[in-house]
T-cell receptor, first 111, second 112 residues
């Protein structure tokens, strides 16, 4: 079993839709949870970062962590064509430790 | 800061040749990571360094792969001899003690 599971999609939504992206994990020692966005032919860039359980909001983006279910989510409100990218979840046990990445979900927002 | 710098951006080589990928991390970052990304396997950690010392190289696929970090501002990933199945995008990332890894633009390697 992989440490981190992520549905690869692809996911295609109309502009303005709410998008939900999810990851599950098996290691209960994970404490830090990240979402990276990767545009085509670019390196991943950090989008959201959460420590432990709870919600974090940044503009149109909300990250949720449910450690009891080993489940994390990223919600995108009012999705825009510029949100079209691959979204990777990542998690680690402690600061400076290696990250465990999901395989990424490809998202296309249609104008 | 210019961010993480990788070279070359594209590399096309023939099977059996030696390939060297280069990375310059962000100044002041003491962690450096090498990843490989393919459609089939996603982003895989190959090796990471802390203060120039390799901490975990369990992701290095086989002895044909080696990585060095001779100083805080430079690292190399070498494949010798290269094989077609090594074709992938190789990323270098660096971080400080925060949990944000900054990725370079990647090197797209094609082994014919």
């Amino acid at each position: 079993q992989k440490e981190v599971e992520q549905d690869p999609g692809p996911l295609s939504v109309p502009e303005g839709a709410i998008v939900s992206l999810n990851c599950t994990y098996s290691n209960s020692a994970f404490q830090y949870f990240m979402w990276y966005r990767q545009y085509s032919r670019k390196g991943p860039e950090l989008l959201m970062y959460t420590y432990s359980s709870g919600n974090k909001e940044d503009g149109r983006f909300t990250a949720q962590v449910d450690k009891s279910s080993k489940y994390i989510s990223l919600f995108i409100r009012d999705s825009q064509p510029s949100d079209s990218a691959t979204y990777l979840c990542a998690m680690s046990r402690y600061t400076g430790n290696q990250f465990y990445f999901g395989t990424g979900t490809s998202l296309t927002v249609i104008p | 800061d210019a961010g993480v710098i990788q070279s070359p951006r594209h590399e096309v080589t023939e099977m059996g040749q030696e390939v060297t990928l280069r990375c310059k991390p962000i100044s002041g970052h003491d962690y450096l990571f090498w990843y490989r990304q393919t459609m089939m396997r996603g982003l895989e950690l190959l090796i990471y360094f802390n203060n120039n010392v390799p901490i975990d190289d369990s992701g290095m696929p086989e002895d044909r792969f080696s990585a060095k970090m001779p100083n805080a501002s430079f690292s190399t990933l070498k494949i010798q001899p290269s094989e077609p199945r090594d074709s992938a995008v190789y990323f270098c990332a660096s971080s400080s003690l925060t949990n944000e890894q900054f990725f370079g633009p990647g090197t797209r390697l094609t082994v014919l």
